[in-house]
């Protein structure tokens, strides 16, 4: 796995021969295994079989996936035609995160920008820089704008232990570096406050249990893996003082689609008056969309990852299934969280509510 400035990254591109590289996200904890991409195909297929996952990533694969394309079409002679779809094919590998189009999208701007041939090779290569670089420093400015949230509980608890909950994967597995829900966390952490971390499993793929609390062990972040359902009955005991997630999608009036289940987190957290933030960097929020119950597309997975559970028995990666062989399932893999159970957005640029005003008056040359 890539080290960078100490800190461990899911994605690289190998400086010897220009291979996309990533850590296997499927098969974390248990194993560490990095896998090299070099064409377009291998980036779709990583993508959709969630060798990487998480909005910021998946977005910076993309990216990346665009300089194998324009590589691909330096040597092959493909015109602009084949660039266009080759971008269509890799925004459309997931639907629901908007950072995957975002992404592509604008590597495919500066790779047509040049007219020759090599000359996109290189445009392409350092926009797909520059957009890692940003997300790098986003999710890091995230910490910083998030910290204060956890510094005031913590201080009004006097010193006790400040209990968050979180939901599914968005810690730097999910971005490239610091994570967006977690990036708080980490800083808390660094600051010295006494913090616990309150990890949802993440049915049906179990991100939380695999990932995020594989992510906090390797902080020493002190955390407790629970099921999914158990947010609620822990916020009516008052074991919980905060609640962080991430997005795929936030739109420009603060409806947020993120994992399966967040909704039920929020109602839970508006019925016990505890705080529900949203981190996330810009290239999350969906500038054209409002409304987004009716507007985000809801990708629908394999129903088979809901029949079948996979995990270690002591020896290897084993895959069982939970379910009667004729019992069929469904799969959403995201649900989307009203902006009127939002407590806050965490950005870069800052918190703000979640308001299409507020949003505008934050982040006003993005809001078209």
């Known amino acids: ?4 400035d100490n800190r461990l990254r899911p994605i690289w591109v190998d400086e010897r021969d220009g291979a996309l590289k990533v850590i296997d996200q499927r098969r974390l904890p248990h194993e560490r295994v990095v896998l090299d991409l070099r ?11 969630m060798v990487v996952r998480g909005a910021p990533l998946i977005g910076v694969a993309g990216a990346h996936g665009m300089v ?19 971008a269509a094919r890799l925004a459309a590998a997931r639907p629901t995160a908007v950072n995957l189009a975002w992404a592509v999208g604008r590597v495919l701007r500066a790779a047509l920008s040049a007219a020759d041939p090599i000359e ?8 797909a820089e520059a957009i890692t670089a ?19 509980l913590a201080a009004v608890k006097g010193g006790r232990t400040v209990n968050v909950l979180t939901h599914c994967n968005a810690g730097w597995l999910a971005c490239v570096e610091h994570g967006t829900a977690t990036a708080p966390i980490y800083a808390a952490c660094d600051r010295g406050i006494d913090l616990h971390v309150w ?26 893996v629970i099921t999914d359902n ?21 739109t420009a009036a603060g409806d947020v689609a993120n994992k399966i289940g967040t909704y039920l987190k929020a109602l839970a957290a508006r019925d016990n008056h505890l705080p529900f933030y949203v981190a996330l960097p810009s290239s999350t929020f969906d500038w054209e969309l409002g409304d987004g119950v009716a507007g985000i597309p809801i990708e629908e997975r394999d129903p088979e990852e809901v029949r ?6 002591g020896r290897r990666r084993a895959r069982v299934r939970i379910c009667p062989e004729k019992s069929p399932a469904a799969n959403f893999a995201f649900d989307v969280t009203p902006a009127r159970l939002v407590t806050g957005l965490i950005t870069e640029r800052g918190i703000c509510n979640a308001t299409a005003e507020d949003i505008r008056r934050l982040f006003p040359d993005k809001v078209k």
């Open 1 to 4: 796995m890539n080290t960078r």
């Open 39 to 49: 064409s377009v195909d291998d980036v779709i297929a990583a993508i959709r079989a």
């Open 68 to 86: 194998l394309a324009a590589r691909a079409a330096a040597g092959g002679g493909q015109g602009s035609a084949g660039r266009q779809h080759e």
């Open 120 to 127: 996109r090779v290189a445009q392409a290569a350092e926009a």
């Open 134 to 152: 940003e997300e790098v420093e986003n999710c890091r400015r995230i910490g910083v704008h998030g910290l204060p949230i956890i510094e005031a």
């Open 199 to 224: 990890v949802d499993e993440t049915r049906p793929l179990n991100q939380g249990a695999r990932l995020t609390a594989w992510e906090l062990a390797e902080r020493g972040v002190r955390h407790t």
């Open 230 to 250: 158990a947010g609620g009955h822990l916020m009516q005991r008052g074991l919980v003082d905060l609640v962080i997630v991430g997005s795929d999608r936030t």
């Open 308 to 313: 079948w559970v996979q995990g270690w028995d």
